[in-house]
């Protein structure tokens, strides 16, 4: 079995001495530190090519762009994980620096320990978001590639959440949107109404699946859609009614046409 490969650390550190010091430290535990950089320039330039698993990071550095703004590029552009890893704690600068959403936040001078077992919950933490992300992503193929929307209704607030494929209900909105539940009833034809009412209040009530079907309102040729659902949440504060919703027009016509006597 093939040993598993070297954590790559990219650190940022302006101070000559404190950088090699670090990388040191850094290498008796095991790890590659393939870039010691001193400004925030240069880590934004040399991210995409290095590829590093997380980057320790100061923050008062060389050059213009700091050890903050910098992080902030760097999750935005490629999601790598930063830690900071600086000697400057007054409030304004924690306030700056939480924006950036780091990984952790170190004042120097540090324990070596402490630094190691930073960096091993980071990268925990950004393993556990990648397995979201890939998660979510293959979420969002499967609605795709079956053509169906979510619906997301907060009672307490009276809003509804939606994303997918909602072309028939939402045609004039960008996804994802939220909109008043007053607004989403107002979509649906008047005569069908008062039965997603009641199919949503009975999921609320009783904790179980419903279906109901519903043609939309407003002009032009109307659409059927059918909606599967179910209440989550066990105080009023967080219930909340997810559903999938898919477009059954044509499965409805072709019924029709079907029928005996057509």
Same mark, same amino acid.
């Given at each position: !079995?093939?040993?598993?490969?070297?954590?790559?650390? !990219?650190?940022?550190?302006?101070?000559?001495?404190?950088?090699?010091?670090?990388?040191?430290?850094?290498?008796?535990?095991?790890?590659?530190?393939?870039?010691?950089?001193?400004?925030?320039?240069?880590?934004?330039?040399?991210?995409?090519?290095?590829?590093?698993?997380?980057?320790?990071?100061?923050?008062?550095?060389?050059?213009?762009?700091?050890?903050?703004?910098?992080?902030?590029?760097?999750?935005?552009?490629?999601?790598?994980?930063?830690?900071?890893?600086?000697?400057?704690?007054?409030?304004?600068?924690?306030?700056?620096?939480?924006?950036?959403?780091?990984?952790?936040?170190?004042v120097k001078p540090c324990e070596a320990r402490e630094l190691h077992a930073t960096i091993q919950m980071a990268l925990a933490?950004?393993?556990?978001?990648?397995?979201?992300?890939?998660?979510?992503?293959?979420?969002?193929?499967?609605?795709?590639?079956?053509?169906?929307?979510?619906?997301?209704?907060?009672?307490?607030? !009276?809003?509804?959440?939606?994303?997918?494929?909602?072309?028939?209900?939402?045609?004039?909105?960008?996804?994802?949107?939220?909109?008043?539940?007053?607004?989403?009833?107002?979509?649906?034809?008047?005569?069908?109404?008062?039965?997603?009412?009641?199919?949503?209040?009975?999921?609320?009530?009783?904790?179980?699946?419903?279906?109901?079907?519903?043609?939309?309102?407003?002009?032009?040729?109307?659409?059927?859609?059918?909606?599967?659902?179910?209440?989550y949440g066990r105080h009023i504060d967080d219930v909340r009614i997810i559903g999938i919703l898919q477009d059954i027009t044509?499965?409805?016509?072709?019924?029709? !046409?079907?029928?005996?006597?057509?």
């Open positions: !079995m093939n040993a598993p490969l070297p954590v790559n650390l !990219m650190l940022v550190e302006d101070e000559r001495v404190v950088a090699f010091d670090l990388k040191k430290q850094l290498q008796t535990f095991g790890y590659r530190v393939g870039s010691v950089l001193a400004s925030g320039e240069q880590a934004v330039r040399s991210i995409e090519d290095e590829a590093p698993d997380l980057v320790l990071m100061d923050i008062h550095l060389e050059g213009e762009l700091d050890g903050i703004e910098a992080a902030m590029l760097i999750q935005a552009q490629h999601s790598i994980p930063v830690v900071f890893l600086t000697a400057y704690a007054e409030d304004d600068t924690l306030r700056r620096a939480l924006a950036s959403r780091p990984f952790g936040y170190l933490r950004r393993e556990v978001e990648v397995t979201v992300e890939r998660s979510e992503q293959r979420f969002k193929q499967a609605l795709d590639a079956a053509s169906l929307g979510v619906l997301e209704w907060h009672p307490k607030s !009276m809003h509804m959440h939606g994303d997918g494929h909602l072309d028939s209900l939402f045609g004039d909105r960008p996804m994802p949107f939220d909109e008043s539940w007053d607004a989403f009833l107002a979509r649906i034809d008047a005569d069908d109404r008062p039965r997603v009412e009641a199919a949503l209040g009975g999921a609320l009530r009783n904790d179980e699946p419903v279906r109901v079907e519903f043609r939309t309102a407003g002009g032009g040729a109307a659409c059927s859609l059918e909606a599967h659902a179910k209440s044509q499965r409805r016509r072709d019924e029709e !046409m079907n029928r005996p006597g057509f």
